[in-house]
């Protein structure tokens, strides 16, 4: 099995930055996408940006393309996250995922799709 491991939340004051981190072990194969949700209090969980570990491709929702970055080190076994001007909306536990994904089909489906295996999350808070 996969096993994800999220990190790098916190508090900060709204217009800074954060890098969340996700450090992935069990895999034995590259044809996997890592992708990040996020789930507000009181709100449903959101898909925000998914990368291919084989090609690097991502995709950003609409939500995280202005402000928000996505890089994998593959050598770590690491996506990273860059979150920059954040906003007090933008508080929320985040969660790294990884799924099976092989390059057939748009990257985008994979917010959509049934996820694999699910990482604990980070808990993100901005102040105002």
């Known amino acids: 099995d996969v096993q994800l491991q999220a990190s790098g939340g916190g508090l900060v004051q709204a217009g800074g930055s954060l890098r969340l981190s996700c450090t992935a072990s069990?895999?034995?194969?590259?044809?996997?996408?890592i992708c990040w949700f996020r789930q507000a209090p009181g709100k449903e969980r959101e898909g925000l940006t998914c990368i291919s570990i084989r090609s690097g491709a991502t995709y950003f929702a609409d939500s995280a393309k202005a402000r928000f970055t996505i890089s994998s080190d593959n050598a770590k076994n690491t996506v990273y996250l860059q979150m920059n001007s954040l906003k007090p909306e933008d508080t929320a536990v985040y969660y790294c995922?990884?799924?099976?994904?092989?390059?057939?089909?748009?990257?985008?489906?994979?917010?959509?799709?049934?996820?694999?295996?699910w990482g604990e999350g980070t808990l993100v808070t901005v102040s105002s």
């Open positions: 995922a990884a799924t099976y994904y092989s390059g057939s089909f748009s990257l985008a489906m994979v917010l959509v799709y049934p996820i694999d295996y």
């Open positions: 069990g895999y034995t194969h590259d044809a996997y996408a």
